[in-house]
């Protein structure tokens, strides 16, 4: 009976591999990712690159409406708006694609996560693991990492794209997964 089951738990086991295999980091094509748009234009402030404050009154530049952070930031975009607006553009597509992709990449391995797995908040991010063995060994500096790359992938997803953003996607990485 052993000998019978062996080949087929062989043959189980095998075929059933990569439906388990976890993703390389690489396996995201940042051209095909749909990334919702969270934080809007008056959200961020387009001069100091941080949270608008709300107290603030709002402007509008080229059909934008923006928001400063602090009483001054308004004359400061006023003397160079070009420049500011392209800046705010990039910062806040950086902002959203960290917001949106956080949870695809694993702080720990850096691999594709396979989704509903332990997740974590850290730097106003949401992590998420991709096996039980990162539930149990991730640290703090895996999340610095895990940011850092994060951005470095935002900024490259920039060049490639721009600022363009997809509303109503089931995942932000529908159709953005290469096929193995």
Known sequence: MLRRLTPALFLLCICSAP?????D?????LDKVKIPEAQKSV???PVYLVASDPTLPTWEYNGVVYRGSKPDAKEKFL????RYAKAAEKQRFVNNFMMAMSTVWCPVTDQV???GMKQWKHLDLTFESCCAFCDE???E???EQGAIKLRERAEQCYALIGARYTEGA???VEGAIKKP
């Open 113 to 115: 996560t396979p989704g």
């Open 25 to 29: 980091a690489d396996a995201v094509l």
């Open 141 to 143: 500096s895996d999340f």
């Open 79 to 82: 003397l160079d708006p070009d």
């Open 43 to 45: 959200d961020l402030c």
């Open 170 to 172: 089931k995942s932000p």
């Open 19 to 23: 439906a388990f295999a976890q993703l």
């Open 137 to 139: 060994t991730a640290k």
